[in-house]
């Protein structure tokens, strides 16, 4: 069993960056995939940032890429989320996500845990 709990969202100017944090209890988070999704308002949930067990493989949404990072530390049972460059448009609702295969975090389906989620304001 794994339970999530993220921290880090507020409100931030456009431009402006924040760094979500999801941590995870159990001792065996080192064997999941970990992965950030976000829901906006009257959107459905959509897939934003994975990452592997070890750390080593990364993936993000195109709409994110080269803004936003993923990183985790096996050590502290944590994953994080650092968000540059925020625009207006990644406003949402973030979760953090936990799978044993990184193929179901990558779909977003059918994943084993979840966060209650924190939520990102960006103002124009």
């Known amino acids: 069993q794994v339970q999530l709990v993220e921290s880090g969202g507020g409100l931030v100017q456009a431009g402006g960056s924040l760094r979500l944090s999801c941590a995870a209890s159990g001792r065996t988070f080192r064997r999941y995939a970990m992965g950030w999704f976000r829901q906006a308002p009257w959107k459905e949930r959509e897939f934003v940032a994975a990452?592997?067990?070890?750390?080593?493989?990364?993936y993000y949404a195109d709409s994110v890429k080269g803004r936003f990072t993923i990183s985790r530390d096996n050590a502290k049972n944590t994953v994080d989320l650092q968000m540059n460059s925020l625009k207006p448009e990644d406003t949402a609702v973030y979760y953090c996500?936990?799978?044993?295969?990184?193929?179901?975090?990558?779909?977003?389906?059918?994943?084993?845990?979840w966060g209650k989620g924190t939520l990102v304001t960006v103002s124009s």
């Open positions: 996500a936990a799978d044993s295969d990184l193929a179901t975090i990558l779909s977003g389906s059918g994943v084993q845990y």
């Open positions: 990452i592997t067990w070890s750390g080593g493989n990364t």
